[in-house]
């Protein structure tokens, strides 16, 4: 593996993706732990939940790692998505939230 140059939160999409390029051999067994998990949870393209993670933090305002948290988790009600920006200990209008979801929607 190589070594760590930067820290970005991503999504499991893209966990998937950066794993999927390293020889299974070679992995220690919390990456193939997180691989595993990251391939049987995923549910977008790499290439998808990027794009999704990034019209989130742009549109919504919210930070990388708000908008990494949801595109992994795809929240498909607005009861659902409440539940995890409850969370986050920050207020977000009512309209955000069904833009949020728009965007969600709209992506998958």
Do not use: H
């Amino acid at each position: 593996m190589e070594e760590l140059k930067k820290k970005k939160p991503i999504s499991i999409s893209e966990v998937k993706e950066i794993l999927g390029k390293v020889d299974i051999e070679s992995m220690d067994q919390i990456q193939r732990w997180t691989f595993d998990y990251a391939s049987k949870f995923t549910k977008l393209e790499p290439k998808n939940a990027k794009k999704m993670r990034e019209q989130l933090i742009k549109d919504c305002e919210l930070t990388e790692d708000e908008a990494a948290e949801l595109v992994s988790i795809m929240p498909t009600t607005l009861a659902e998505l409440r539940s995890f920006t409850f969370g986050w200990k920050k207020l977000i209008l009512a309209e955000t939230l069904k833009k949020i979801l728009k965007i969600i929607k709209e992506k998958s």
